[in-house]
């Protein structure tokens, strides 16, 4: 089955960008989701397919996807920001949902 | 305003049955897919299965096969999750979350269920 690989943790100064990657074999070829989950909240989708952001999440927040690499870019980071972040993708046609293993992210 | 409310926090015995539910509102309920995702304390997302409430078409995850049931009730806007005989380590965090198509975004979820299993 197909597997995403993300950095376990990350720590970025109020202010500074945030890089989060997720790794997987030719990430490139999916669309990749990334989920932002705040201190005892549910998910909640800030990336879909790649780089589209949804209503309501800062312009702050963009998305990459190349290689084997999808990459999720925090810009101007807030301490509301300080969450766990999850990649996603769909595997065997579409039908089976992977998350990454999330990456907490501290705000210094 | 499209919302999915699950059920409230459960304290259960080993062997025990329970069943868990998600109310969807605000969005035609046949149309969208719904997942079910674990959390166990500390850990990450787990995807459990998938239902499609219009015709009850359901996917599990190779790791939960056999150990839990989806279900949807069209009359009510309501999908379930089951387990039979409980275990400790089903002790988690269960979410519900809406999908409308292949490889689409989780674009709602539901607020959680945490569920104990604890002798």
């Known amino acids: 089955s197909y597997v995403l690989t993300q950095p376990p943790s990350l720590s970025v100064a109020p202010g500074g960008t945030a890089r989060i990657a997720c790794e997987g074999h030719?990430?490139?070829?999916?669309?990749v989701h990334w989920y932002q989950q705040r201190p005892g909240q549910a998910p909640v989708v800030v990336i879909s397919?790649?780089?589209d952001r949804p209503s309501g999440i800062p312009e702050r927040f963009s998305g990459s996807n190349s290689g084997n690499t999808a990459t999720l870019t925090i810009s101007r980071v807030e301490a509301g920001d300080e969450a766990d972040y999850y990649c996603?993708?769909?595997?065997?046609?579409?039908?089976?949902?992977?998350f990454g293993g999330g990456t907490k992210l501290t705000v210094l | 305003e499209v919302l999915l409310v699950q059920s409230g926090a459960e304290v259960k015995k080993p062997g025990e049955s329970l069943k868990i539910s998600c109310k969807a509102s605000?969005?035609?309920?046949?149309?969208?897919?719904i997942g079910w995702v674990r959390q166990m304390p500390g850990k990450g997302l787990e995807w459990m299965g998938i239902?499609?409430?219009?015709?009850?078409?359901?996917i599990y995850s190779p790791s939960f096969q056999g150990q839990v049931t989806l279900s949807a009730d069209k009359s009510i806007t309501t999908a379930y999750l089951q387990w039979s005989s409980l275990k400790a380590s089903d002790t988690a965090m269960y979410y519900c979350?809406?999908?409308?198509?292949?490889?689409?975004?989780?674009?709602?979820w539901g607020q959680g269920t945490m569920v104990t299993v604890s002798s």
């Open positions: 979350a809406r999908h409308e198509d292949n490889e689409d975004a989780f674009d709602i």
């Open positions: 605000g969005y035609i309920f046949t149309k969208f897919w």
């Open positions: 239902i499609y409430p219009g015709d009850s078409d359901t």
């Open positions: 030719n990430i490139a070829t999916k669309s």
């Open positions: 397919y790649d780089s």
């Open positions: 996603q993708v769909w595997d065997n046609g579409g039908v089976h949902p992977v």
